[in-house]
């Protein structure tokens, strides 16, 4: 079965200060997608990236870095210099080869104060 | 470019009624997926159509039902309201039968059950 754990429920940080979301995730398929979510309070949730199993390659887009490594399972988010507009929940979430469900972790609050 | 339409925003319905949500997907989608997020937690998967039938069905009781229509447009029915169905309800669709093409997320409907 998949699962994917986001272990902080709520990060506050001062603008302009760097943060990482950290989320762990099992599967048994070789073959998976992982991916980041922002849900703003508006309620949709935004794609942020898309990763597939056999592309270690951090990716970097603009203040958003993510550094994926198999070898713990994890695919970190990590915003640099944060602004207010910032501030959402954070969503990763997994996707097996030969399934179509996305399965979530629980999320991550990020509030950036000004 | 529309993205995926969902109706209504709100609902309050009462315990034991039954209850019709919307879903128009993004121009050139033609598959759609169900998604309930209780608060403060992760969405879970309920149902995917594609091709007018359900492809993969969630850990969700037979009270949750779909429909898709041939415009690829969806319809999720949940019948005997029980009070822990109150959850924003997310529409997500895709293109082809494989999510890796990437999901487009709708602002959902939240629904309350009194």
């Known amino acids: 079965a998949q699962k994917v754990t986001q272990a902080q429920t709520e990060i506050s940080v001062v603008e302009k200060e760097d943060v990482t979301l950290d989320c762990v995730y099992e599967?048994?398929?070789?073959?998976?997608?992982l991916f980041w979510y922002k849900q703003p309070p508006s309620g949709e949730l935004v794609f942020l990236i898309r990763?597939?199993?056999?592309?270690?390659q951090n990716e970097i887009s603009g203040r958003y870095s993510w550094n994926f490594q198999k070898s713990t399972s994890s695919f970190n988010f990590t915003i640099t210099a944060s602004q207010v507009v910032d501030s959402a929940v954070y969503f990763c979430?997994?996707?097996?080869?030969?399934?179509?469900?996305?399965?979530f972790g629980a999320g991550t609050t990020v509030t950036v104060r000004a | 470019d529309a993205g995926v339409t969902q109706s209504p925003t709100h609902l309050i319905k009462t315990r034991g009624q039954q209850v019709t949500l919307r879903c128009s997907p993004k121009s050139g989608h033609d598959t759609v997926s169900w998604y309930q997020q209780a608060l403060g937690q992760g969405p879970q998967f309920i149902f995917q159509y594609y091709e007018e039938e359900e492809r993969q069905r969630g850990n969700f009781p037979d009270r949750f039902s779909g429909h898709q229509f041939p415009n690829y447009s969806s319809e999720l029915n949940v019948n005997a309201l029980l009070l822990g169905d109150s959850a924003l309800y997310l529409c997500a669709s895709s293109l082809g039968d494989r999510e890796v093409f990437g999901y487009t997320f709708g602002s959902g409907t939240r629904l309350t059950v009194v």
């Open positions: 990763r597939n199993s056999f592309d270690e």
């Open positions: 979430a997994l996707s097996e080869a030969y399934d179509y469900k996305l399965s």
């Open positions: 599967t048994r398929d070789t073959t998976y997608y």
